[in-house]
C-alpha cells in the first residue's frame, strides 16, 4: 500500500512509451481534472541519452575538473575513485547521472511506474555507492532544454576540508592575546555610555520626527506616501533607528551634537530602505521572479531586475517578508495546498508490453511477403539470438529492442535495466544505433508505384506475434560500389550509359558485357 502511494516531492518513473526507457521527475503537485483525473504536475530530469554530445562533453569535462579552495578552476585530472572503477562499472556509473531542469510538465498520475530516488551528487558520497543501491541517481548540473546549456546548480552542499574554517589555539591560562582588536572588528554602539534609556528613547523619538519632516519636503516620498500616517510609519523602520543610534555614537553621545547632525545645513537627512527605493513595478515583477525561481536570486536578478544589485534585491526579500502583503499571500498558498491533493494511489501496471517477444506463437519470418523456412541460415525469433547486452540465452521472457532492421533482442533483466537506466548494462554497438534511429510508426502508409519499386525497400521482418509489428518499414539503406566498380563506370560509358540506366531502373544491365569490355581495356 505504502510503495503504492505518492506524494508531493517524491522522485517517480512515468512512462510515455512502451518501447523507451522511462521518464524521471519529482512530483510539483496533484491536481484533480475536471473529468475526475488525476494530474501532477511535475519538475523534469534529462538522462545524458537526452542531450548532445556536444554538452556530454562538457559535462564530462565539469566533472573531471578540480576546484581549489579559492575558487579557481586546476588542471584536469580525472577523479581517483573513477580512475579505479572497471569499464563495466564506468559504463553503469553514466546511466546514473542525471541532468535538472527548470522545465514544468503536467503528466497524467497513471502513467507513473514506481519510485526513485535522485540526490545532488556532494563529496559525502562515493560514486560507487549508487551502483549499489536499486533506482538511485545522481545530479550536479542544471540543463536548460530552450537555450541547450548547462550549468552548475546553485544549491550545493559546501562539505568536505576545503569548506572548513581554520580556528586558532586557545589561549594559555595568563597568556595575552598579541592582535590589534581595532583591526578584528569595529565598535558600533557602547552600552556603558553615560545616556539613560529614558534619554535614547526620546533622540530616537526625535530622529523619527525629522525622518517624517525630511519626507515631506521630498516629491518623491511625498508621492509615495501621500498621508501623514505613511510618511510617519516609513520614518519608524529600522533604517531611522539604525541611523540615529549611528550618529549619537559617533558624536560621543552627546545629544545636542547628535541632533545638530541629524539636521545639517542643507536640510533633514533622509533615510530610506529597499522598500521604500522599489517601485510598484519592480515589486510585483520581484513576486513574480520569486514564483518563478523561489530564493534562487543569482536568478532572480539576471532574469527580470539586472538593474538591481544582488544585496539590494537580497535585502528587499527580508523586508519584503515583515509586510502585510508577505501574510496575505502566505494565507493564499495555504488555502491553495489545502484544497489540493496531498498523495495519489497507483496500482501496479500489469498490462503486457507490445515489445514482448511470443516464444509459442512465433510464425517463421517472412521477406518480402514470401515465406521462408527457419533454418541454419534464418533462426526463428524464438530461438538462436543471445540478449543483446549479458549475451544470455535463456530467459523466460524476451523483448524486442532497437532498430527493427538489427532484429535485437533483450532478456527481462535486462529490459528492466534498459527501462529504468536508459541504457544496456554491457556496452553495445546496437545502443549506439538505437540512440540515432528514430522509433518505426505503428503504420505506415502504402507508397504509391509499381511493384518493383517497392521491393526496394522492403526489410526482413520482425516478428513479434502481434499484428501491429509485423508490418513492413521502409528503411534507409547504402549501395556502396567496389573500387573495380567505379573503374567500371569510367572505362564502360558508351556500354553502360548511366543517364539511361538510371531512368529506366527496372531494365537488368549486361554485366558479362560490361566485365568483358573492362578486361579487354586493362589488358591493352
Given at each position: 500500500?505504502?510503495?503504492?502511494?505518492?506524494?508531493?516531492?517524491?522522485?517517480?518513473?512515468?512512462?510515455?512509451?512502451?518501447?523507451?526507457?522511462?521518464?524521471?521527475?519529482?512530483?510539483?503537485?496533484?491536481?484533480?481534472?475536471?473529468?475526475?483525473?488525476?494530474?501532477?504536475?511535475?519538475?523534469?530530469?534529462?538522462?545524458?541519452?537526452?542531450?548532445?554530445?556536444?554538452?556530454?562533453?562538457?559535462?564530462?569535462?565539469?566533472?573531471?575538473?578540480?576546484v581549489s579552495p579559492q575558487g579557481e578552476?586546476?588542471?584536469?585530472?580525472?577523479?581517483?575513485?573513477?580512475?579505479?572503477?572497471?569499464?563495466?562499472?564506468?559504463?553503469?556509473?553514466?546511466?546514473?547521472?542525471?541532468?535538472?531542469?527548470?522545465?514544468?510538465?503536467?503528466?497524467?498520475?497513471?502513467?507513473?511506474?514506481?519510485?526513485?530516488?535522485?540526490?545532488?551528487?556532494?563529496?559525502?558520497?562515493?560514486?560507487?555507492?549508487?551502483?549499489?543501491?536499486?533506482?538511485?541517481?545522481?545530479?550536479?548540473?542544471?540543463?536548460?532544454?530552450?537555450?541547450?546549456?548547462?550549468?552548475?546548480?546553485?544549491?550545493?552542499?559546501?562539505?568536505?576540508?576545503?569548506?572548513?574554517?581554520?580556528?586558532?589555539?586557545?589561549?594559555?591560562?595568563?597568556?595575552?592575546?598579541?592582535?590589534?582588536?581595532?583591526?578584528?572588528?569595529?565598535?558600533?554602539?557602547?552600552?556603558?555610555?553615560?545616556?539613560?534609556?529614558?534619554?535614547?528613547d526620546q533622540f530616537l523619538v526625535v530622529?523619527?520626527?525629522?525622518?517624517?519632516?525630511?519626507?515631506?519636503?521630498?516629491?518623491?516620498?511625498?508621492?509615495?506616501?501621500?498621508?501623514?500616517?505613511?510618511?510617519?510609519?516609513?520614518?519608524?523602520?529600522?533604517?531611522?533607528?539604525?541611523?540615529?543610534?549611528?550618529?549619537?555614537?559617533?558624536?560621543?553621545?552627546?545629544?545636542?551634537?547628535?541632533?545638530?547632525?541629524?539636521?545639517?545645513?542643507?536640510?533633514?537627512?533622509?533615510?530610506?530602505?529597499?522598500?521604500?527605493?522599489?517601485?510598484?513595478?519592480?515589486?510585483?515583477?520581484?513576486?513574480?521572479?520569486?514564483?518563478?525561481?523561489?530564493?534562487?536570486?543569482?536568478?532572480?536578478?539576471?532574469?527580470?531586475?539586472?538593474?538591481?544589485?544582488?544585496?539590494?534585491?537580497?535585502?528587499?526579500?527580508?523586508?519584503?517578508?515583515?509586510?502585510?502583503?508577505?501574510?496575505?499571500?502566505?494565507?493564499?498558498?495555504?488555502?491553495?495546498?489545502?484544497?489540493?491533493?496531498?498523495?495519489?494511489?497507483?496500482?501496479?501496471?500489469?498490462?503486457?508490453?507490445?515489445?514482448?517477444?511470443?516464444?509459442?506463437?512465433?510464425?517463421?519470418?517472412?521477406?518480402?511477403?514470401?515465406?521462408?523456412?527457419?533454418?541454419?541460415?534464418?533462426?526463428?525469433?524464438?530461438?538462436?539470438?543471445?540478449?543483446?547486452?549479458?549475451?544470455?540465452?535463456?530467459?523466460?521472457?524476451?523483448?524486442?529492442?532497437?532498430?527493427?532492421?538489427?532484429?535485437?533482442?533483450?532478456?527481462?533483466?535486462?529490459?528492466?535495466?534498459?527501462?529504468?537506466?536508459?541504457?544496456?548494462?554491457?556496452?553495445?554497438?546496437?545502443?549506439?544505433?538505437?540512440?540515432?534511429?528514430?522509433?518505426?510508426?505503428?503504420?505506415?502508409?502504402?507508397?504509391?508505384?509499381?511493384?518493383?519499386?517497392?521491393?526496394?525497400?522492403?526489410?526482413?521482418?520482425?516478428?513479434?506475434?502481434?499484428?501491429?509489428?509485423?508490418?513492413?518499414?521502409r528503411q534507409a539503406f547504402l549501395l556502396?560500389?567496389?573500387?573495380?566498380?567505379?573503374?567500371?563506370?569510367?572505362?564502360?560509358?558508351?556500354?553502360?550509359?548511366?543517364?539511361?540506366?538510371?531512368?529506366?531502373?527496372?531494365?537488368?544491365?549486361?554485366?558479362?558485357?560490361?566485365?568483358?569490355?573492362?578486361?579487354?581495356?586493362?589488358?591493352?
Amino acid at each position: 500500500m505504502a510503495a503504492n502511494m505518492y506524494r508531493v516531492g517524491d522522485y517517480v518513473y512515468f512512462e510515455n512509451s512502451s518501447s523507451n526507457p522511462l521518464l524521471i521527475r519529482r512530483i510539483e503537485e496533484l491536481n484533480k481534472t475536471a473529468n475526475g483525473n488525476v494530474e501532477a504536475k511535475v519538475v523534469c530530469f534529462y538522462r545524458r541519452r537526452d542531450i548532445s554530445s556536444t554538452l556530454i562533453a562538457l559535462a564530462d569535462k565539469h566533472a573531471i575538473l578540480s576546484v581549489s579552495p579559492q575558487g579557481e578552476m586546476e588542471e584536469e585530472m580525472e577523479n581517483p575513485e573513477m580512475v579505479d572503477l572497471p569499464e563495466k562499472q564506468k559504463h553503469q556509473l553514466r546511466h546514473r547521472e542525471l541532468f535538472l531542469s527548470r522545465q514544468l510538465e503536467s503528466l497524467p498520475a497513471t502513467h507513473i511506474r514506481g519510485k526513485c530516488c535522485v540526490t545532488l551528487l556532494n563529496e559525502t558520497e562515493t560514486l560507487k555507492s549508487y551502483l549499489e543501491r536499486e533506482d538511485a541517481f545522481f545530479y550536479s548540473l542544471v540543463y536548460d532544454p530552450q537555450q541547450k546549456t548547462l550549468l552548475a546548480d546553485k544549491g550545493e552542499i559546501r562539505v568536505g576540508n576545503k569548506y572548513q574554517a581554520d580556528i586558532t589555539d586557545f589561549l594559555k591560562e595568563g597568556e595575552e592575546d598579541g592582535r590589534d582588536q581595532s583591526k578584528l572588528e569595529t565598535k558600533v554602539w557602547d552600552p556603558n555610555s553615560p545616556l539613560t534609556e529614558k534619554q535614547i528613547d526620546q533622540f530616537l523619538v526625535v530622529a523619527r520626527s525629522v525622518g517624517t519632516f525630511a519626507r515631506a519636503l521630498d516629491c518623491s516620498s511625498s508621492i509615495r506616501q501621500p498621508s501623514l500616517h505613511m510618511s510617519a510609519a516609513a520614518a519608524s523602520r529600522d533604517i531611522t533607528l539604525f541611523h540615529a543610534m549611528d550618529t549619537l555614537h559617533k558624536n560621543g553621545y552627546e545629544i545636542s551634537k547628535a541632533i545638530s547632525a541629524l539636521v545639517p545645513q542643507g536640510g533633514p537627512v533622509l533615510c530610506r530602505d529597499e522598500m521604500e527605493e522599489w517601485s510598484a513595478s519592480e515589486a510585483n515583477l520581484f513576486e513574480e521572479a520569486l514564483e518563478k525561481y523561489g530564493k534562487d536570486f543569482t536568478d532572480i536578478q539576471q532574469d527580470f531586475l539586472p538593474w538591481k544589485s544582488l544585496t539590494s534585491i537580497i535585502e528587499y526579500y527580508y523586508m519584503w517578508k515583515t509586510t502585510d502583503r508577505y501574510v496575505q499571500q502566505k494565507r493564499l498558498k495555504a488555502a491553495e495546498a489545502e484544497s489540493k491533493l496531498k498523495q495519489v494511489y497507483i496500482p501496479n501496471y500489469n498490462k503486457p508490453n507490445p515489445n514482448q517477444l511470443s516464444v509459442n506463437s512465433v510464425k517463421p519470418g517472412l521477406v518480402n511477403g514470401a515465406g521462408a523456412p527457419a533454418g541454419p541460415q534464418m533462426p526463428t525469433l524464438g530461438m538462436g539470438r543471445a540478449c543483446e547486452s549479458c549475451y544470455t540465452t535463456s530467459s523466460y521472457q524476451w523483448y524486442s529492442w532497437g532498430p527493427p532492421n538489427m532484429q535485437c533482442r533483450l532478456c527481462v533483466s535486462c529490459w528492466l535495466y534498459w527501462k529504468k537506466y536508459g541504457g544496456l548494462k554491457m556496452p553495445s554497438r546496437a545502443e549506439g544505433e538505437e540512440k540515432m534511429s528514430p522509433s518505426p510508426a505503428p503504420t505506415e502508409p502504402r507508397s504509391r508505384g509499381h511493384g518493383p519499386r517497392q521491393s526496394a525497400y522492403a526489410v526482413p521482418v520482425r516478428n513479434s506475434g502481434s499484428p501491429k509489428s509485423s508490418m513492413k518499414t521502409r528503411q534507409a539503406f547504402l549501395l556502396q560500389a567496389t573500387r573495380l566498380t567505379k573503374l567500371a563506370r569510367h572505362m564502360c560509358r558508351d556500354l553502360i550509359r548511366l543517364r539511361q540506366a538510371a531512368r529506366r531502373p527496372f531494365v537488368p544491365i549486361n554485366c558479362a558485357a560490361v566485365k568483358a569490355e573492362c578486361k579487354t581495356s586493362l589488358n591493352s
